[in-house]
């Protein structure tokens, strides 16, 4: 039988839907025991709210002053002393997830998988490579264990079931290190939607041309209810902040509308909004290849264009 | 000698459109362009720049894989590293036996400082620092986007979901850095060739006593499922009359 062991994210006492889209990718193995563990300084709000994914086994609760800030080279012996008698182990492919699942496959001698976007059994997995224009099936054998990060984009959130798994703490013995400390963080605060989970996603290219111009991005994503998204060009320019960045090596976004903005839509662009459910192009080039992969097009300006789409959405309503 | 351990991995150039093969046995790479990993560039540059700001001494850089990949170790001696190393496999590695490798090479040249890209572009499995890392018992910073180095630590800026991340960490460290730590330098002719005089030693995987076989096997590789083609609309007006259509607004 398949254990499975999915490390939680969370940051200031919520549970990150990472996790709970981790246990929806879990419950693809027949069968599989999913134990969700939670790493924390007090980690008792966390584990309530993963109890209750539908599906969940149990919840293990690692309480540790040093498990503050999520600390990588902290936090993997802590997971590897746990992941002992488990078949495999999972964590979300956010930079979370990135940063210390592979730690956790050193210590475990345990091949990772990276971004896996479909379960076909407990050693069967599919995962994308070059940006995803080349899609790997790759199998190892039975009794491996496995370490993966989940692809978020590629699975939905597991709703609250109706009963709650127990919650255990554990002190797994494990020497943690002091060699990494925390500084700080510098968070962008919004109160737009997250860029991973929005339903509607509005992204500006370098064509925006300045931070101030992207103005006309916000209020359109205001109107709509939407998260906000930048390609590689317009981050490195400093009209968005970083978090912003949708693509292979930024985010990885799968909304019901992607509506892209003066982006021409480069291949490391496109891996990144695959998974859209709609996509809107508006640029001036009618050759830029964003239109080969938009299900509607439109030539023109955005800087008419966009405050003319909210416009004309605003009187919709 | 204080000493910064450098990876470069020869990847299909991020400008070519890859193609996977009819019979799903991987990707096309007769004839393909092929590249230092932009992030391993990025790499380099910061340990050039910390060499030329006097806080280190030598660049080493190393690579894994067949022959062809001394094409990639040159063009980095001509960037500006100081000696090169190549285990030379024509197995595909793992991450983590790429790992273990780097792990020998460490052990062996004892640099304070390990720096690799966050991924690499055809695998993109973003692991082999942080396995590094842990194989060595040593921190980890990883997606960098600003590096300050004192004698015993570094400070390093991360790019993270929430926003921007600031850690310390001890020296030695791996650090794997991400797009906006700075622009790579061109190489400029007389560079090229100062770099065909500079030393880049063979290392036969099977001297460094890792065991290389694969655990994970590929059984095929198919290109992404296609996007049904779209419309052009010819203005907004029949833009939002097909999205409140589909219900979207
Ligand atoms: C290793 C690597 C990783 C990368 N990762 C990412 C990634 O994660 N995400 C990402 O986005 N990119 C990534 N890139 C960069 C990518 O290759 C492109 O350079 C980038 O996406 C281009 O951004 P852009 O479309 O905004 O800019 P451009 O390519 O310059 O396109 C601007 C577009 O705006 C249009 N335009 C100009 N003015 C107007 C106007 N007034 N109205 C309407 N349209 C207008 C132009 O026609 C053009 O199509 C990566 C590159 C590398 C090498």
Redesign the interface.
Known sequence: MSEILIIAEHAGGKLNPATAKCVTAASSIAGAKMTIAVFAADGAAVAAQAAKLAGVAKVITVDNAANQHALAAVIAPQVAALAKSYTHVFGPSTTFGKDLMPRVAALLDAPQLSDVMVIESATRFVRPTYASNAITTVEVDAGTQVVATIRSASFTATPEGSSTAPIESATPSAALPSHTRFVGLAAAKSDRPDLQTAARVISGGRALGSADAFKIIYSLAEQLGAGVGASRAAVDAGYAPNDMQVGQTGKTVAPDLYIACGISGAIQHLTGIKDARTIVAINKDPEAPIFEVADFGLVGDLFTIVPELEKQIAATK | MKRILVGIKRV?D?NV??R?KPDGS??MLDGVKMSINPFDEIALEEALRIKERGQAEEIVVVTMGPTDCQQQLRTALAMGADRALHIVTTEAL???TG?KLLHKIVEREQPFLVILG??S???????????????W???????A?KVELTDSSA?VT?????????????LP?VITV???LNEPRYVKLPDIMKAKKKPLESLPVADLGVETKT??????????AA??K????????E??E???Q?G??
């Open positions: 299909v991020y459109r890859i996977v991987g990707v793992e991450p983590l790992a966050k991924q572009i055809d695998g993109d499995n973003s692991q082999t620092g942080q396995m590094l890392a842990q194989l018992d040593r921190p980890q910073a990883t997606f986007s400070k991360r790019e993270v979901d929430a926003g921007l991340e600031t850690l310390e960490v001890d460290a991400d797009l906006r655990r994970i096997k590929v059984l095929k590789t198919e290109p992404p996007r049904q779209g419309k052009m609309v010819k203005d907004v007006t833009l939002v097909a999205l409140r589909k979207l607004v």
